[in-house]
């Protein structure tokens, strides 16, 4: 089991920048797969960025490749998603979620995790 409790959205104007980030308890392990996802209302979740637990990107989207990055923050099991030139195509929710990466076949699918945070909402103005 595990806990996963995201911080840092919030609201910006287009070409600006938000670090959100994503702390978890519990049952986790090195490789273990720490995942950004995000979803924009009417459509569906999407990965965005994800990375091992004990370090190591594995996947960035295309349309945020360049502009977002993905990394261990300063607390044991956590990870950051620093967001720089922000689009309003950005907006939505964003989740963090955990999952085994020895069950995975397609590490950028919702589907493949099994634990999420309670999301933090970003919003873009352009």
């Known amino acids: 089991q595990a806990r996963l409790v995201e911080s840092g959205g919030g609201s910006v104007q287009a070409g600006g920048s938000l670090r959100l980030s994503c702390a978890a308890t519990g049952s986790i392990y090195n490789n273990n797969l720490m995942g950004w996802f995000r979803q924009a209302p009417g459509k569906q979740r999407e990965g965005v960025a994800v990375?091992?637990?004990?370090?190591?990107?594995?996947y960035y989207a295309d349309s945020v490749t360049g502009r977002f990055t993905i990394g261990p923050d300063n607390a044991k099991n956590s990870a950051y998603l620093q967001m720089n030139r922000l689009k309003s195509e950005d907006t939505g929710t964003y989740y963090c979620a955990i999952g085994r990466r020895e069950e995975m076949s397609q590490v950028s699918s919702p589907l493949e995790y099994n634990f999420w945070g309670q999301g933090t909402q970003v919003n873009v103005s352009s």
């Open positions: 990375m091992f637990i004990g370090g190591g990107v594995t």
